[in-house]
């Protein structure tokens, strides 16, 4: 039982262009969503995070939204960078040990 | 600073044999995460620590042991290996286990049985 979904497993965007990653969740026990970012043969990377006291979050280029009621949240990077080009998880913790369930990934391609 | 370590980068094993995955992190993190990632699925949590002595099982602890007897160090043990184990390991630190303070990874390593 999934409770963490990334139902899309690839992304391809321009340059200079809006990329929106989504993230659905089954376990209303979920308070707490983080982003990270993945390059081949490395560990993943702290992207960003949102409390569910919140329904947006932005660093930079980045922008995390958390619409609870629907138990989804998203990822915009803008503008988006060849350098984006990564796998990103979409991962949530709730309750007090914060262990992480991760989604399965979405492979973003930002073309030049 | 060289944050959470993890050695070997690749190995072969064969079935039935036995290794140690060693992790270590120079952050002072009491929390430390053993997961694994096979193809085209995301991390799955093995065990985890949250200080030197304490150790639980996270959602796919069959056939790993852990040991955490320092607050750097948290290997993880293959007793007999199996094909199904074929996987990449990451290993995950952080300062508690508390929102605003995210894991930090390794680069992983990468295990094949066969």
């Not at chain 1, 391809?12 to 970012?37: A, H």
């Not at chain 1, 990822?75 to 262990?99: E, M, R, T, W």
């Not at chain 2, 060693?22 to 200080?51: A, E, F």
């Not at chain 2, 955490?68 to 508690?96: I, K, W």
């Amino acid at each position: 039982d999934q409770q963490v979904k990334q139902n899309s497993p690839s992304l391809s965007v321009q340059e200079g262009r809006i990329s929106i990653l989504n993230c659905d969740y089954t376990n209303s026990m979920f308070d707490y969503f983080l982003w990270y970012k993945k390059y081949p043969a490395e560990g993943p990377t702290f992207l960003i995070s949102i409390s569910s006291i919140k329904d947006k979050n932005e660093d930079g280029r980045f922008t995390v939204f958390l619409n609870k009621s629907a138990k989804h949240l998203s990822l915009h990077i803008v503008p988006s960078q060849p350098g984006d080009s990564a796998v990103y998880f979409c991962a949530a913790s709730g309750g007090s040990n914060y262990k992480l369930t991760f989604g399965k990934g979405t492979l973003l391609t930002v073309n030049p | 600073n060289a944050g959470v370590t993890q050695t070997p980068k690749f190995r072969i094993l064969k079935i039935g044999q036995s290794m140690t995955l060693q992790c270590t992190q120079d952050m002072n993190h009491n929390y430390m995460y053993w997961y694994r990632q096979d193809p085209g699925m995301g991390l799955k949590l093995i065990y985890y620590s949250v200080g030197a002595g304490i150790t639980d099982k996270g959602e796919v602890p069959n056939g790993y042991n852990v040991s955490r007897s320092t607050t750097e160090d948290f290997p993880l043990r293959l007793e007999l290996a199996a094909p199904s184990q074929t996987s990449v390991y990451f290993c995950a630190s952080s300062p508690l286990g508390r929102e605003g303070q995210p894991q930090h990874f390794g680069d992983g390593t990468r295990l094949s049985i066969l």
